[in-house]
């Protein structure tokens, strides 16, 4: 099949039911100003429901624009959309664009729906977008009120593969022209059958092949929601007619479609039976707006803003062999930007990542500082693109030593490649003073710990590298003072433990390797990125232009004042805190410094979750 075919991945298809429409879940006036008009208002319902369909459920806000000159950006910033369309008007395109990630492109100049489609393949065979919403009336089948409308949403076939995508139809140069024949055969509920699939849906699990009778006998939920009273009831009566029309619906099938392929509004009814009839007699009682024992309706709260989301990314430390070989077999979203980020290394290292993580014989081992931190970076940038993939978006990142690098480039301050050269060339830097210095993670106060610091004499050996949390602190300096220091704390009853890495960072003796990073990294070229980046030097959101070799110079040699940085990150009213790397080394001092100001979590199960649904 051609490298151009077109998966159909959501579609909506119906004729005209004189139901109500939801104006105001469009954010479109409801007071007759605007002049109505049933086969728009058809066409918008239709071109939403087939976003629905597939899944994909865009959180706008939370999606900072894409930027078409930067394709690496896609897995950082989200999906590029482009939304064609055929007798939609400025109002209701403008309303549904709303609805989209920002930066969508609109195109309602189209003079029919097959025109729309063709112009939304286009766009997707060119590389000017990841998904196409494309629609037009005279598309869906005709009723007693008028034409029909259809609506489809599209993503090139190779991609919708790679992932996970349930694909519905396939279009080609040779086959796009059957369409409308294929969206009037289209049913308009999620999880229905619809023409051939292209790509067989998966063998049903034992979850959802209960033995005979045994789903019949247990009581099954029907949500449904909507932005308002009256919309909530015109789609119950939506449902009722689409099941009087379609008698082999599976309750359960029905139910799986309604709770998991359509996004959740203010207004809910819940129909709940343990038999078709049942069902269907609280689905009627919901659209004429009545009571019955089987339905229950209510009102949410009004829309919250949504919580804002800081993806933290920790230094070195949390390594270990084989790290990141699970995600490699497991998520191809994953392996394919781990190997981006291998491509953008090997000239800087002579080693290829994947070998590297999965142990390959001759590839160097995960044991030395200019292996250990580009491999790390590379697992962040790969774990950040996976999530971002899956529908996580953070508001915020947050570097913290070596993380700082991978912040920097997922906040899009720097590019894939500038990025590589600095882990690169900046860890073989530290390389050479391998052996010099150690690091000691303690449990205890930054007073408790300059106290004993001075009471071990080590005035000038050993300095206090980072604060991390209220008790949470890290120890720098040279070997034996450090091991001394090390002795004295445990003795002493407190919980110390050195920190996996060779070297005794954030203390003036890192002047040494100043001049050799200047000249490594001379001629970076930062930027500023679309999301705030926050750094420790600048106790805040860095100015992205500021991650200059003079930057990367400091920032090895200054202590990391980390639990002062986290505070100003809640300061600005984000509420959830997430440590993305190999093992949850900061999760602790973020937890001790939020206390109940945030929720704070690990990147490691939430990555294994995404990789279990590519």
């Known amino acids: 099949m051609s490298q151009h075919a077109i998966a159909v991945i959501g579609r909506a298809c119906r004729p005209p039911q004189g139901t109500g429409f939801d104006a105001e879940f469009f954010g479109l006036p409801s007071d007759g100003s605007l002049p109505p008009d049933p086969g728009q ?47 939609l008007g400025r109002e209701r395109l403008g309303a549904l664009g709303a609805l989209l990630p920002p930066g969508t492109a609109t195109d309602g100049a189209r003079r029919s729906g097959p025109a729309a489609v063709q112009a939304a393949c286009r766009a997707l065979r060119r590389g000017e ?43 080609t ?52 929601s909507a932005a308002g009273p009256e919309a909530l009831r015109a789609q119950a009566r939506r449902l009722a007619g689409h099941l009087a029309a379609h008698p082999g619906a599976g309750p359960a099938d029905v139910g799986l479609s309604l709770a998991a392929g359509r996004a959740t509004h203010r207004h809910r009814a819940v129909v709940i039976g343990a038999d078709r009839a049942t069902l269907l007699a609280g689905l009627r ?55 981006e980020c291998a491509r953008a290394l090997a000239p800087h290292t002579g080693w290829w990542l994947p070998d590297v993580l999965r142990g390959a014989p001759g590839a160097p081992a995960l044991d030395a500082e200019d292996v250990i931190q580009p491999a790390h970076f590379a697992l962040q940038v790969a774990l950040a693109g996976t999530l971002r993939a899956h529908g996580l978006r953070p508001h915020a990142v947050v570097g913290h030593c070596a993380g700082e690098v991978a912040a920097a480039h997922v906040a899009g301050a720097l590019t894939l490649a500038d990025a590589a050269r600095v882990i690169a060339r900046w860890s073989q830097a530290q390389a050479t003073v391998a ?55 445990r003795a002493d009853g407190l919980r110390a ?55 990367w110079a400091r920032m090895l040699r200054e202590p990391v004042p980390f639990a002062r940085l986290t505070r100003a990150v809640l300061r600005d009213g984000h509420t959830v805190l997430l440590e993305l790397a190999p093992h949850p080394v900061l999760t602790p001092a ?21 990789a279990a649904s590519s």
């Open 41 to 87: 208002d058809l066409l918008l319902e239709l071109l939403w429901e087939a976003v629905e369909d597939a899944g994909f459920v865009p959180a706008p806000h939370a999606l900072p624009p894409a930027d078409p000159a930067d394709p690496a950006a896609s897995a950082r910033r989200g999906p590029r959309v482009v939304l064609a369309s055929a007798g």
């Open 129 to 171: 977008a990841d998904l196409a919403l494309a629609g037009g009336r005279g598309l869906g089948p005709a009723g007693p009120a008028g034409p029909g409308a259809g609506a489809v949403l599209l993503k090139r076939l190779d991609r919708a593969r790679l992932d996970g995508d349930r694909v519905l139809h396939v279009l």
């Open 173 to 224: 140069a040779d086959t796009q022209a059957a369409l409308r024949a294929a969206l009037r055969h289209m049913p308009d509920l999620a999880g229905e059958a619809a023409v051939a699939p292209a790509v067989p849906p998966p063998a049903p699990g034992p979850a959802s092949a209960p033995a005979p009778g045994e789903a019949e006998a247990r009581p099954l939920p029907w949500p449904i």
């Open 285 to 339: 009682a919901a659209a004429d707006g009545a009571d019955a024992p089987q339905m229950v309706r209510g009102a949410g709260p009004a829309p919250a803003e949504p919580a804002r989301v800081a993806w933290v990314f920790s230094g070195s430390g949390g390594q270990w062999h084989g790290m990141g070989a699970g995600l490699l077999d497991a998520s191809p979203v994953f392996r394919e930007l781990t190997e």
């Open 435 to 489: 052996g010099q210095g150690r690091m000691i993670a303690v449990a205890a106060t930054e007073e408790e710990v300059r106290a004993r610091l001075g009471a071990a004499g080590a005035a000038g050996r050993l300095s206090v590298g980072a604060v991390n949390g209220p008790a949470s602190v890290v120890v720098t300096g040279d070997p034996e003072a450090a091991d001394a220091f090390l002795a004295l704390a």
């Open 497 to 551: 433990t050195p920190v996996a890495a060779d070297l005794g960072a954030h203390r003036p003796a890192m002047d040494a390797l100043r001049e050799r990073i200047l000249r490594d990294l001379d001629g970076l070229e930062p930027r500023p990125g679309d999301l705030p980046c926050y750094v420790p030097l600048a106790q805040g959101p860095a100015d992205g232009g500021q991650f200059t070799a003079e930057h």
């Open 590 to 610: 973020l937890q001790e410094t939020a206390g109940a100001g945030a929720a704070v979590a690990s990147s490691t199960r939430a990555a294994m979750a995404a």
